[in-house]
């Protein structure tokens, strides 16, 4: 079953079990894959699905954070609501030791020698840990490595 059957089925389940709080964040969710085949002109596979609930998570990471600085608990805690719906399609994360693993066969496989070769190690990698790592902590372990 793929990724988009998998999310319908969710929304459907959603709405019999009349979960209004799980129904609207899978339905954005639904919407923003939309946009997004609709932009791109062609249909979405699991990569590109799990690409858009990466991005949805992180932007929703982003807004409970300034909503907790402007002392909106409310909003912080409805943004975190969402984030918990939305990691449960992700795959699952990587162990600091499988991402470890990958790290340095990438260095390896693109014989990486500094920092210039950044963009091809994150090219290498980028496939592999998508929606499994924080690329932003990537990226800072990868600049650690090639420095």
């Known amino acids: 079953m793929s990724l988009k059957d998998q999310l319908s089925e969710q929304q459907k389940n959603a709405m019999r079990a009349k979960d209004k709080a799980r129904l609207g964040t899978l339905r954005m969710l639904m919407a923003e894959i939309k946009q997004k085949e609709i932009d791109s002109r062609e249909t979405l596979d ?10 949805m998570v992180k ?34 994360p990587l162990t ?4 470890d693993a990958l790290l340095t066969q990438a260095i390896a496989d693109t014989g990486a020698a500094g920092m210039q070769d950044m963009g091809k190690v994150m090219a ?3 496939p592999q840990i998508q929606g499994r790592a924080d690329m932003g902590k990537v990226s800072a372990i990868i600049k ?3 420095a």
């Open 46 to 55: 699991d990569d590109g699905i799990i690409a858009v609930i990466t991005k």
């Open 124 to 126: 290498v990698l980028k």
């Open 144 to 146: 650690a490595r090639l």
């Open 96 to 99: 600091e030791a499988e991402l």
């Open 59 to 92: 932007q929703r990471k982003d807004a409970a954070g300034q909503f907790e600085q402007a002392g909106r608990q409310d909003l912080a805690d409805n943004e975190r609501q969402e984030i918990v719906v939305l990691q449960e399609f992700l795959p699952q």
